[in-house]
């Protein structure tokens, strides 16, 4: 166990030596393990230990065997006490979840604090083929048939090699003591309702079930290497980004046989869900698909003429107008409008500078979103035209007309910021004194 343990430190580079490692130390047979394995090969290691407060006398009895372990080597050990329940209200989480982001925020301070090189979990091979599973049954790409990564930032878990029996052979054979968590027993919990339950039974049908799945879970992760290689060079080729805003040419993705595993690749990461993906696919092939709009908690997609559009969701402002007094207002807007005044004006075809006649009236300045009934003379027009049709004219997206601001004296529209100014603020042979107006 020791010599396989070195080795896959050694051939997958996880840490060296010399470095100062954090071990993530519940007093369970698996951490105890990992920590006599890397105590007995030489590294640097200091324990931290979590109380959750949830088994009463069990966590508290649970703590003093982790301290109790830690003093006999001796090494440094670290503990706190959470208020998981507290924070899982909180935060709307669940218990488990609760629990595990407790237990990283707490491991990222400690990193920060004593410069840890990294932190290391026991996680081992069941717990990688547990974690297939449920992404099986959740919902997954091939991403998620690859189980745990051995190193993931600063999280490694060198005992990935190992199964479950080996690990309990081992602390068998070295007469190490451990504590049994109770709440491990409880098959209400997803994952050790498939632990106790579902692996049982698979290893009826197939009694090396650990090791065919390592080695399913070795080739998943080829195979997904693979098809990100393949997705990252078609994301050349059919999409790029503007903005802050992803666009995906229409065309040339409904020509791809694999369409809706690209759009997986490209579009998982911002948490859109594979049904949505799915009905996206079937929104392309069909006659009327300009306008359809997805969701997802952290971005918003609409099928516009040509592109797919994605773009984060924009938290809107509880304001709706922006009142400039002066060309010296320094208050805080929406956008960075900039003035400069000039007595010999320099015109450029920038669209994000306009130059006014700046006369005594022109403040204060309204700086506000367009609304339905907007009207301005557009430069260089004789007449009016709605702003709706003027953004139709020039082709908006609907993520583009949203993010547009309209800045007006006196109730009148005198520049669609970024786009066009109205021919009514233009220079004439009278005008004496420059505004320069622009936008960062």
């Known amino acids: 166990m020791i010599k396989q343990f070195e ?45 959750f407060q949830l088994r009463g006398k069990e966590a508290n009895d649970d703590t003093k065997f982790c301290e109790n372990f830690a003093n006999s080597l001796p090494m440094p050990i670290h503990v706190s006490y959470f208020d ?6 909180e935060h709307k989480l669940s218990i488990q979840m609760a629990a595990r982001e407790l237990r990283y925020h707490w491991f990222n ?11 290391i979990t026991a996680h081992h091979a069941n717990d990688a083929i547990e974690t297939l599973l449920v992404n099986l049954i959740r919902g997954t790409g091939i991403k998620g048939l690859q189980g745990i990564p051995l190193k993931q930032n600063k999280v490694v878990r060198p005992l990935l090699f190992a199964t479950k029996d080996e690990i309990k052979l081992y602390a068998i054979k070295n007469n190490l003591a451990y504590r049994e968590d109770s709440s491990n027993q409880e098959v209400k919990y997803k994952r050790n309702f498939i632990r106790h339950q579902i692996i049982p039974r698979l290893k009826e049908l197939n009694p090396a079930l650990e090791e065919t799945f390592t080695t399913s879970i070795h080739f998943f992760k080829q195979s997904s290497e693979i098809v990100k290689q393949f997705a990252d ?23 791809e046989p694999q369409k ?17 993906i799915r009905q996206l696919c079937e929104v392309l092939v069909s006659e009327k698909n300009t306008g359809k709009q997805f969701s997802s908690p952290t971005h918003q997609l609409i099928v516009d003429r040509k592109f797919i559009i994605v773009q984060p969701i924009i938290e809107k402002s509880l304001e709706n107008e922006f009142i400039i007094d002066s060309i010296d207002d320094l208050k805080q807007l929406p956008i960075q409008i900039n003035f400069e005044e000039t007595n010999q004006p320099e015109f450029s075809n920038n669209k994000t500078e306009i130059i006014v ?4 009236e022109l403040f204060p300045l309204i700086l506000r979103k367009w609304k339905t009934g907007d009207k301005f003379k557009p430069l260089g027009l004789n007449g009016f035209k709605k702003l709706s049709d003027f953004f139709k004219d020039i082709k908006l997206s609907r993520f583009e007309k949203e993010s547009t ?5 006196k109730k ?8 066009r100014m109205d021919d009514r603020c233009k220079l004439t042979d009278t005008s004496n004194r420059f505004l320069k107006i622009f936008v960062k």
């Not at 301070?109 to 932190?119: D, G, V």
């Open 7 to 51: 080795i896959n430190i050694t051939k997958n580079k996880l840490f060296r030596k010399t470095d100062k490692l954090l071990v993530a130390f519940s007093g369970g047979i698996d951490s105890v393990v990992l920590t006599d394995l890397l105590y007995k090969c030489g590294y640097t290691i200091e324990l931290a230990h979590c109380n």
């Open 84 to 89: 998981t329940k507290a924070y899982a209200v």
């Open 109 to 119: 301070e400690l990193i920060e604090r004593n410069n840890y090189a990294a932190i």
């Open 233 to 255: 060079l078609k994301f050349e080729q059919i999409c790029h980004e503007k903005d802050n805003q992803l666009y995906i040419d229409i065309n040339l993705l409904i020509a």
């Open 260 to 276: 809706e595993t690209l759009l997986f690749e490209w579009l998982q990461l911002k948490k859109f869900k594979t049904s949505q």
């Open 357 to 360: 006649d700046y006369h005594d």
């Open 405 to 409: 601001w309209i800045l007006e004296s």
């Open 412 to 419: 009148q529209i005198i520049w669609v910021v970024g786009y």
